[in-house]
């Protein structure tokens, strides 16, 4: 009685084959992979979200290898061998989606509004005006990175964030120096062309909103120092660990060095394939404040 009213599934339904779509016929799965090896790494995740069959190749561990290669080119090769099998049990796709690393396929974007008062005119007596510009980070797998400050969106100030320095106005803004990553800490130094003596130093925090993403950096201290006083300052990479920690603390310290707070919204990373159509090209009469989350 306990199977009144069920109904049963006719014997050898529940092993009928899934039906293949015309490239799962034509392509066999060496030639698939072969292909898939091509892709950028995001591109292979959609991907996997199109059939359970592609979702299987896209775990075949010569394409998380190759990911993990490109992302993470700061590192040596075998540091990073001994790496995956010590602390990811030899995946290197838990590697890649586990470890932090900075992404070098798009840029980095800071979005900050201020509201600045204007001239008093004889029919407005108290005018306020909503001032938009943006911080833009773009790193190399080298150690370098370049910065720009503008009120340009994204669709227009990503031309020129180049290592070399073209011939527009654009390109004399940019500023170039650089960068460590130690886990989630990020720390940058520049120094701006237009003063050789003017130090600036950033110290960041890399996060992701979905596993793997790396997509948001945190402003945790923006610091400017001039060397004019004849005080050194460490360079990044010099040192160990706590070492460079402590000459960094003893350096905030230093008379001459100053703290900006204003601009300090986090940084959202936009992929070159998404530049043209970021919801930061929006002008501030349609987007008055931009969330990160």
Not at 154 to 169: D, I, M
Not at 237 to 243: P, R, W
């Amino acid at each position: 009685m306990s199977l009144y009213g069920l109904r049963l599934r006719p014997r050898g339904a529940a092993q009928s084959e899934v039906p293949q779509a015309p490239i799962q016929k034509l392509l066999p799965p060496e030639l698939t992979t072969t292909v898939l090896r091509y892709l950028p790494i995001t591109t292979l995740a959609h991907c996997q979200c199109v059939c359970k069959q592609w979702n299987a190749l896209g775990n075949f561990p010569p394409l998380w290898h190759s990911a993990c290669q490109e992302a993470f080119q700061y590192i040596e090769h075998d540091k990073l061998s001994r790496l995956v099998r010590t602390a990811h049990k030899g995946s290197w796709r838990d590697l890649y989606l586990q470890r932090p690393h900075m992404r070098f396929d798009g840029v980095y974007v800071s979005r900050n509004t201020y509201l600045r008062t204007g001239l008093v005119e004889w029919r407005v007596k108290n005018p306020v005006h909503l001032v938009c510009y943006f911080r833009y980070y773009r790193f190399f797998p080298d150690g370098q990175f370049v910065y720009r400050t503008s009120p340009d969106v994204v669709r227009n100030a990503a031309r020129s964030l180049q290592l070399s320095p073209g011939k527009s106005r654009a390109d004399s803004q940019v500023e170039r120096g650089l960068w460590r990553l130690n886990g989630s800490a990020l720390q940058t130094v520049m120094v701006y062309a237009n003063s050789k003596n003017t130090e600036i130093r950033a110290k960041l925090k890399l996060r992701s909103t979905t596993q793997g993403a790396n997509n948001r950096l945190d402003i945790e201290s923006i610091v400017s120092f001039d060397k004019a006083d004849g005080i050194s300052t460490p360079v990044i990479g010099s040192q160990q660990d706590d070492e460079e920690e402590q000459d960094l603390q003893q350096f905030l310290q230093q008379p001459g060095t100053r703290a900006h707070k204003r601009g300090t919204s986090p940084f959202v990373f936009v992929q070159w394939d998404n530049i043209g159509g970021s919801e930061l090209n929006l002008p501030v009469g349609k987007m008055d404040f931009y969330v990160p989350g």
